[in-house]
């Protein structure tokens, strides 16, 4: 399940967040890897709300964005 994005409000801009539990060092989700034909549009641009942060809670690894901690629903994707 992809995650989603949303208004941010504490950073007055758009943020991407997990929908489901993801374990530290697994991959939340790729980038520019498109799923099927509907999805196309959002994976090429989430990566573009993908909020920076001073203790990020994923990192990139070539095209994919992995947790380096443990990820509960609703919790922000930050690199």
């Not at 980038?31 to 990566?47: E, N, Q, T």
């Not at 994923?58 to 690199?79: F, N, W």
Request: aromatic share 6%; with cysteine.
């Amino acid at each position: 399940m992809l995650p989603i994005v949303k208004w941010c409000v504490h950073r007055n801009a758009l943020g991407v967040y997990t929908r489901v539990h993801v374990k530290k060092d697994a991959s939340v989700f790729q980038l520019g890897v498109p799923i099927d034909r509907r999805s196309r549009y959002v994976l090429a641009h989430l990566g573009a709300h993908v909020n920076r942060a001073e203790n990020p809670s994923c990192a990139m690894s070539s095209r994919d964005i992995v947790a380096v901690v443990d990820l509960k629903p609703g919790d922000e994707i930050t690199t």
